[in-house]
Structure formats: C-alpha cells, structure tokens
C-alpha cells in the first residue's frame, strides 16, 4: 500500500509545470543617452562646443621656438670707443629709421675730423704746388722729373682726403661735433638696450647697444628631425602652438629649410614666418609646430579632455537634442598633449562635451 501511494506522489509532482528563471533580452540595446532638466545642476560643470574642423596635419607636432626676424631686426654696436652721455631711446619705444638712440663722447671721432681737416688743407696745399710746378715747367725754369715729383704728391694727398672723408663719413659725418651719435638703421621697437648714461662704449663689444625690430613679424625655428625631412618643404602652412594660450593656433609658413644636416644632433633648421596677431607671441617662447598638409585635406579635431576611454574604445558625449547627451564611440587619429583627430563617429559642427566628459559618464553608469 506504501508503494502504491508514493509511486501516485511522484506521477503528481512529474506533472507539475516548471517555473523558468528569468532571463534578459540579449537583443534589448544598452542605454546610451541621458536627459538633463534645464535647471539641473550638472550643466554649471559642462562645457558644450560644435566639433572644429582643421587642416589635417602631416607629422606629429615638432619641437621649435619664436624667434625675432633677422630680415626686420637691427643690432647696434658703436664704431667707435667713447663714453654715453645721453640715452634717448628707452625699451618698448618705437623709433623711426635714423632716429638718435644715443650721444656719446667719442675721442675717436675727434680724431677722425681731425684728419678729414688736416687732410684738406694737405690736399690744397699740394694742389698750388702742382699747379706751381707745371708753370714752372713751360718756361724751362724746371726739370720734368721736379713736374713728375708734384704730381705724385698732389695724387697722394687726394687719395689721403678721401679716405679721411670716407672714415669721417662712416662715422656721421662730423655732424654732431665730437659728440658721437648712435642712429637706428631700421624702424621698429628698442626689444633690449644693454648700455646706461657714463657707460664706456667699446667697439669690440659682446652684446649689441640696442636692438630694435618689427614684432609683429616673428620667425618659428624647428630642429627638424631627419626621419621627418620629406614631410616639410619651403611655403608649407604651419600651426603653431605655445603654452601662453592654450587651444590657440598661429598659422605661418615655412620660409626656407637648411642645407646642411648637424652631425650630432641629426637633425635640420628650418625658418617659418608666423602671424604674431598683434604681436602677442614673444621671441625665445617654446613652442610646438605641426606642418599641415597642403590643398583641402581637412580632419576633425577635439580636445582630449572631451574623450572617455573605456577599455580598449574611445566615447564621446554628443548633444543630440536640447538637454540630451548620447554617448558615441569614435576611432581616432593622431593624437596630441591636447588634441585628438577623429577618423569615424563624429562630424564637423556637431556640438561635444568638451569639459565634463567623465561627470556625465558617472550619471550614465549610475543610470543603468
């Protein structure tokens, strides 16, 4: 009886439906997107901006400096030794071509006008002597070789008024008295002054009295590395970038690059002009020039502060409508210190989360 019931239990329970644990949709999409409200809080810490197109470049930013334009810049010695007496031109004042920068006390140039003088009068004298002479001859009161002796003389003292004249004009020309005065050659601004009013002035001096030059037109110079010298060649548009203004780009072009190759270093200078924009790019600033591909070739460039790495991909948040952010995985290019080129998954114009990128990544995650 015992066997009869517990084998009836058992077709029982064997007939019973079974209760499935449940699973998830593999096809359900994972949620990708998130909604702000207009006064929600986090959009005080996001930074919104459209997606910038560039040039595309053709090699990876290269080291270089701003330098001044040896084409627009003057260094000023003095010729002469001498003392300052009166300093006229101060650093950041722009002066005119042949402007007086400096009056000094020159013995040199005493002496030269000095000689100029002493070698007129010679000259003079040697002249009526000639002159003496050659009348002297046509009534036979004198040999030829006497005529010949003055005429030698006279040529002599010529040639010693010229290059006294020449010395003295090389100096001003006398026309400041003794007092010699220091003339820029060029227009532009006094950059650097390096003398002071009692200051001995040497004509063998290191360092130049003034400097003046333009500096609104600056010259980028690059150490170009040899693996790189078939991506460079003379009027290619550059970008260059310091660390003075961040996300900034100075565009110039390549002026000239170097023949000869430094044996240590292997590497070649190359020259660019640069657009200064009004001057704010400063000689001797450190910079970082990318070389840009010539015609239309452009890319899309982001800051890398606008990507989120998970794993293996880059994302991107892009505001797909008022208030919706929608996470996108990109595939990049070159990337920069500060900069990304993206190949896929963004176009120019689109507007990005420049800043605030990995906040909302945490809503996101937080969310699912």
Same mark, same amino acid.
């Given at each position: 009886?015992?066997?009869?019931?517990?084998?009836?239990?058992?077709?029982?329970?064997?007939?019973?439906?079974?209760?499935?644990?449940?699973?998830?949709?593999?096809?359900?999409?994972?949620?990708?997107?998130?909604?702000?409200?207009?006064?929600?809080?986090?959009?005080?810490?996001?930074?919104? %901006?459209?997606?910038?197109?560039?040039?595309?470049?053709?090699?990876?930013?290269?080291?270089?400096?701003?330098?001044? @334009? =040896? @084409?627009?810049?003057?260094?000023?010695?003095?010729?002469?030794?001498?003392?300052?007496?009166?300093?006229?031109?101060?650093?950041?004042?722009?002066?005119?071509?042949? %402007?007086?920068?400096?009056?000094? @006390?020159?013995?040199?140039?005493? $002496?030269?006008?000095?000689?100029?003088?002493?070698?007129?009068?010679?000259?003079?004298?040697? %002249?009526?002597? +000639?002159?003496?002479?050659?009348?002297?001859? =046509?009534? $036979?009161?004198?040999?030829?070789?006497?005529? =010949?002796?003055?005429?030698? @003389?006279?040529?002599?003292?010529?040639?010693?008024?010229?290059?006294?004249?020449?010395?003295?004009?090389n100096l001003g020309g006398g026309k400041g008295g003794e007092n010699y005065l220091v003339r820029s050659p060029v227009g532009g601004e006094v950059v650097d002054r390096q003398v002071n009013p009692g200051m001995e002035v040497r004509p063998d001096a290191?360092?130049?009295?003034?400097?003046?030059?333009?500096?609104?037109?600056?010259?980028a110079v690059i150490d170009l590395p040899e693996r790189d010298l078939d991506k460079v060649h003379a009027g290619q548009t550059i970008a260059l970038e310091v660390d003075a203004y961040p996300g900034e780009r100075f565009l110039g072009k390549v002026l000239?690059?170097?023949?000869?190759?430094d044996p240590t270093t292997r590497r070649i200078p190359v020259r660019c002009t640069v657009d200064s924009k009004g001057g704010r790019l400063k000689p001797d600033m450190y910079a970082r020039i990318t070389p840009l591909a010539d015609g239309q070739h452009?890319?899309?460039?982001?800051?890398?502060?606008?990507?989120?790495?998970? $794993?293996?991909?880059?994302?991107?948040?892009?505001?797909?409508?008022? $208030?919706?952010?929608?996470?996108?995985?990109?595939?990049?290019?070159?990337?920069?210190?500060?900069?990304?080129?993206?190949?896929?998954? &963004?176009?120019?114009?689109?507007?990005?989360?420049?800043?605030?990128?990995?906040?909302?990544? +945490? =809503? &996101?995650?937080?969310?699912?």
């Amino acid at each position: 009886m015992k066997k009869i019931c517990l084998l009836l239990f058992v077709m029982l329970l064997t007939n019973l439906p079974v209760m499935a644990a449940p699973q998830k949709n593999p096809a359900a999409p994972a949620r990708d997107t998130l909604s702000l409200a207009p006064d929600s809080p986090q959009w005080a810490k996001l930074k919104i %901006q459209p997606a910038e197109e560039v040039p595309a470049a053709t090699a990876e930013p290269l080291n270089g400096k701003v330098a001044l @334009d =040896e @084409d627009r810049t003057a260094r000023i010695y003095s010729p002469v030794l001498g003392r300052a007496l009166r300093i006229n031109a101060r650093v950041g004042d722009n002066v005119k071509a042949g %402007q007086v920068l400096m009056q000094m @006390d020159s013995p040199d140039l005493g $002496g030269a006008i000095a000689d100029s003088r002493k070698a007129d009068a010679d000259l003079g004298l040697k %002249q009526h002597a +000639a002159e003496r002479s050659k009348l002297l001859y =046509e009534h $036979g009161v004198i040999a030829l070789k006497d005529l =010949e002796a003055a005429e030698a @003389d006279l040529a002599q003292s010529e040639a010693e008024a010229v290059r006294a004249r020449g010395r003295l004009n090389n100096l001003g020309g006398g026309k400041g008295g003794e007092n010699y005065l220091v003339r820029s050659p060029v227009g532009g601004e006094v950059v650097d002054r390096q003398v002071n009013p009692g200051m001995e002035v040497r004509p063998d001096a290191a360092n130049p009295l003034f400097i003046v030059t333009d500096p609104n037109h600056l010259w980028a110079v690059i150490d170009l590395p040899e693996r790189d010298l078939d991506k460079v060649h003379a009027g290619q548009t550059i970008a260059l970038e310091v660390d003075a203004y961040p996300g900034e780009r100075f565009l110039g072009k390549v002026l000239s690059v170097g023949t000869l190759l430094d044996p240590t270093t292997r590497r070649i200078p190359v020259r660019c002009t640069v657009d200064s924009k009004g001057g704010r790019l400063k000689p001797d600033m450190y910079a970082r020039i990318t070389p840009l591909a010539d015609g239309q070739h452009m890319v899309v460039r982001i800051p890398n502060t606008a990507l989120v790495t998970d $794993g293996l991909y880059n994302f991107i948040f892009v505001e797909v409508a008022p $208030g919706k952010l929608q996470k996108r995985r990109v595939m990049l290019g070159v990337q920069e210190r500060e900069y990304a080129v993206v190949r896929e998954g &963004l176009k120019a114009g689109e507007r990005i989360v420049t800043s605030g990128a990995i906040l909302i990544n +945490a =809503e &996101l995650a937080q969310g699912q």
